[in-house]
């Protein structure tokens, strides 16, 4: 069944606020990595994380370490560029596969 | 370092055609994946190696998509008979030793 559940499905924001996106597992996952599809189709990485936290400019992200059953994507002070659309995959303990959610639509109005 | 490369960019077959997707992971990763991302969905994992053997295939449809990665390197991704349900963006991605993954720009098929 499905492992990862990705929420909200779609989102539209006006520049300058700040949104947080968010990824619940159905199991305790090893690792989670995010990444923005661009319009082009390209999946861009954003973070990958084994546990606690990253941040990079605008973008934080968070690993529940204790449990390792769910992950963030904060964005501060959204822009236009920042739309696309948002996965987060999962990584399973003792093998190497990856599961997807179902991704975000964000959408950053003027 | 070179990316993951992925080619063809793009594919138009009529029904009962045949294809091959080409991908040339990150060099000295052993983990190489195979995805399917049809419109507006998330990536489906189809197959995944470690070096040339197949870890897990059990998302390939057996009669009529294959992959093969001989050598621990290159990668080939074929669909005999493509069905307009095959329509999508085909994802190769790569990594090392379970860590993050990279993914290649994809290939898009559109089968009419």
């Known amino acids: 069944g499905d492992q990862v559940e990705q929420s909200p499905s779609a989102l539209s924001l006006h520049e300058g606020t700040d949104s947080a996106l968010r990824c619940n597992f159905t199991?305790?996952?090893?690792?989670v990595q995010w990444f923005r599809q661009n319009s082009r189709g390209s999946l861009i990485s954003l973070f990958y994380l084994a546990s606690g936290t990253k941040e990079n400019g605008r973008l934080k992200s968070a690993f529940d370490s204790k449990e390792r059953r769910y992950s963030t994507l904060h964005i501060r002070d959204a822009q236009l560029e920042d739309s696309g659309t948002y996965f987060c995959?999962?990584?399973?303990?003792?093998?190497?596969?990856?599961?997807f959610g179902a991704g975000t639509k964000l959408t950053i109005k003027p | 370092e070179a990316g993951v490369t992925q080619s063809p960019r793009y594919a138009v077959l009529q029904e009962g055609q045949a294809v091959s997707f080409w991908c040339d992971p990150i060099?000295?990763?052993?983990?190489l994946y195979w995805y399917q991302q049809p419109r507006d969905q998330g990536p489906q994992l189809l197959v995944y190696f470690r070096d040339e053997a197949v870890i897990d295939n059990s998302q390939l449809p057996s009669d009529r998509f294959s992959a093969v990665r001989p050598k621990g390197t290159n990668s080939t991704l074929k669909i005999q008979s493509a069905k307009q349900g095959d329509t999508a963006t085909y994802l190769c991605?790569?990594?090392?030793?379970?860590?993050?993954?990279?993914f290649g720009k994809g290939t898009r098929l559109t089968v009419v």
């Open positions: 060099s000295g990763h052993d983990t």
């Open positions: 995959a999962a990584a399973n303990y003792g093998n190497e596969k990856i599961t």
């Open positions: 991605a790569s990594s090392y030793r379970n860590t993050e993954v990279f």
């Open positions: 199991t305790t996952m090893r690792s």
